[in-house]
């Protein structure tokens, strides 16, 4: 179980819960979901612009 403090004061989340409700709240945030983006794409991805050929 995870007892929020600070901001989630209040809030009690289950084992069961717990991964949904951190999906939901980097959905909500547009600042996290970037900072996520820019970290799950940092090791075995390039970025290129649309149009670019993939070699």
């Given at each position: 179980m995870y007892v929020g403090i600070n901001t989630e004061r209040g809030?009690?989340?289950s084992e069961?819960?717990?991964f949904e409700y951190a999906l939901k709240k980097i959905q909500e945030s547009e600042e996290?979901?970037?900072e996520f983006k820019e970290w799950f794409y940092s090791g075995d991805w390039i970025k290129t612009e649309e149009?670019?050929?993939l070699v």
């Amino acid at each position: 179980m995870y007892v929020g403090i600070n901001t989630e004061r209040g809030n009690v989340i289950s084992e069961d819960e717990a991964f949904e409700y951190a999906l939901k709240k980097i959905q909500e945030s547009e600042e996290i979901r970037s900072e996520f983006k820019e970290w799950f794409y940092s090791g075995d991805w390039i970025k290129t612009e649309e149009d670019e050929e993939l070699v």
